[in-house]
């Protein structure tokens, strides 16, 4: 789950701040990631691992049937996030492994390191370029980057800084923009109470995981048809 990413990198970034103060965040996105997956190497990398011939046959036509492409799994499927997390398992080792990466997190296609400095981080940056491109010929987007820890670093959906996890500024605004919507639906008289309350409990589940718990009250007070309906 994302939130466990979440709480390992928070984790992370407190033991490296220990270590050093001066710490640098490489931040890293992969270009259009499931279209870029190459369907051979899929397969040759699952062949490597598994020995019976049978799976491997089954797990070929998953992989071949839908598409002359040779690039590219379907998103949504069950099958599609397990080969995306079998893929790029072998960038995980190679980061882990060989270039010796104390504290990497990776939830999907966007991963995290945390590394002693500019140098470094550039340093590495390169080396991961080079993996993905000759490995498993993936490329990296322009959201990449590498920056102070200072600045923080937003990841799955909420922004990591010092000992916080907050919310992104967007997530923000599209909540409060929500509850007015839904107020305004409430006096009209045309609420979908089940609906609605399924989306508020999805997005209070998303932001318990922040440390401005604050926020979640704020919200839940602005909402005039929840105690009505309770």
Not at 9 to 15: D, F, P, V
Not at 62 to 74: K, L, W
Not at 104 to 130: A, C, G, P
Request: proline share 1%; aromatic share 14%; glycine share 4%.
């Amino acid at each position: 789950m994302n939130q466990r990413a979440v709480k390992n990198l928070n984790k992370y970034m407190k033991r490296k701040y220990r270590e050093n103060p001066d710490y640098y965040i490489l931040k890293c996105d992969i270009s259009k990631f499931f279209y870029s997956i190459n369907k051979k190497v899929l397969y040759s990398i699952i062949e490597s691992k598994v020995k019976d011939r049978d799976f491997l046959e089954f797990t070929k036509k998953i992989i071949f049937q839908r598409s002359s492409s040779n690039t590219g799994i379907p998103i949504g499927n069950y099958t599609s996030q397990y080969f995306a997390n079998i893929y790029l398992n072998e960038l995980d080792h190679y980061i882990k492994e060989k270039l010796k990466v104390k504290y990497y997190v990776r939830y999907m296609d966007d991963f995290v390191l945390l590394l002693d400095n500019k140098e470094e981080s550039k340093e590495i940056l390169e080396k991961i370029r080079e993996f993905l491109s000759k490995n498993l010929r993936l490329s990296l987007n322009k959201k990449t980057n590498y920056l102070k820890n200072k600045q923080g670093v937003n990841f799955c959906g909420y922004k990591l800084k010092g000992t916080q996890i907050t919310l992104l500024k967007k997530s923000k605004k599209k909540i409060y923009k929500n509850v007015r919507i839904w107020n305004n639906q409430y006096r009209a008289k045309n609420l979908d109470f089940k609906k609605t309350i399924m989306q508020l409990n999805s997005w209070q589940g998303h932001a318990s995981h922040t440390t401005k718990i604050g926020l979640i009250k704020d919200v839940l007070n602005k909402c005039e048809w929840l105690y009505d309906e309770l």
